[in-house]
């Protein structure tokens, strides 16, 4: 046998095996199956939609928005309904109706999951109507430096651009809006925009949840997701859904891993000086 048939067997053996996840990795997946209006690789839409249908959960608390970008929160309880709340938003719910709906779930169906950035997690922690992060029983986080002043951003946006012609965001070094027929409307560098986020996120540390029990956020490569898993509860749910063909899973090239690491870290030494995400959610 040559050396390229040595290799070609060594590379389809390892395409056969299943990737080895742990708690503590950082790793990039996406769907499988196509979820339209998906950020980057409808990750969490899938993990949610795995959880219901196998009854790991039997609610859902995720953030939906109007045509106007106008946020609120929801219950799904049937997977078939994730589709709807598909996709990032990148302002923030009202943090009353977000805790009643939270505990409103709990209430009615005891085991929810629930998509969470690292300020709104502590929110539910606030209060007479405050919820223990034990009372979740699935907590995905999002990677997050920051989210937009609705009113302060849309004043910012050119005045000839209306909120229902913006089909989605697209962050990275730029921000971008883009409409429905896929053309970009409105471009400008991220780190302009940073004037525009709330002030809360100016002050908070966290790049994500320290209580989740995996977080999702832009992957390494575009329509892909990064998949960090922080719990046993993260790292059985997310393994059985790559197990049952319902994700892609791969490792992480290196310079991603860093540069994730790095935010982390600087985030909790400089939150003063972070930018406005470069995804809020990936869903």
Not at 170 to 185: P, V
């Amino acid at each position: 046998m040559n050396y390229t048939q040595n290799k070609l067997e060594e590379s389809v053996q390892s395409f056969n095996e299943p990737l080895k996840l742990e708690i503590g990795s950082l790793y990039q997946a996406k769907a499988i199956k196509k979820i339209p209006n998906a950020q980057d690789g409808g990750v969490v839409t899938s993990l949610l939609g795995y959880a219901l249908d196998d009854g790991i959960i039997k609610g859902a608390v995720v953030a939906g928005r109007d045509i106007y970008w106008n946020t609120f929160p929801a219950i799904v309880t049937d997977s078939r309904e994730l589709k709807k709340y598909a996709g990032s938003v990148y302002f923030p719910m009202n943090n009353k109706d977000y805790k009643e709906m939270v505990r409103r779930a709990i209430d009615t169906y005891r085991d929810i999951g629930i998509v969470i950035t690292p300020n709104e997690l502590k929110v539910l922690g606030m209060g007479i109507s405050m919820v223990k992060s034990d009372e979740i029983y699935l907590k995905i986080g999002l990677f997050c430096l920051g989210i937009f002043n609705p009113e302060k951003f849309w004043n910012y946006v050119d005045k000839g651009i209306k909120r229902e012609e913006v089909k989605r965001f697209e962050i990275d070094k730029e921000l971008k809006l883009i409409d429905k027929e896929g053309k970009t409307i409105f471009q400008r560098p991220v780190k302009e925009a940073h004037e525009y986020s709330i002030p809360r996120c100016k002050k908070c540390r966290d790049f994500i949840p320290d209580a989740a029990d995996l977080s999702v956020g832009a992957g390494p490569e575009k329509n892909t997701c990064g998949v960090y898993i922080q719990t046993a509860r993260g790292l059985e749910i997310f393994k059985n859904a790559y197990k049952n063909d319902l994700l892609v899973v791969e490792e992480v090239p290196a310079k991603f891993n860093d540069r994730f690491k790095k935010t982390v870290h600087q985030k909790s030494l400089m939150s003063r000086r972070a930018e406005p995400t470069e995804h809020r959610a990936c869903i």
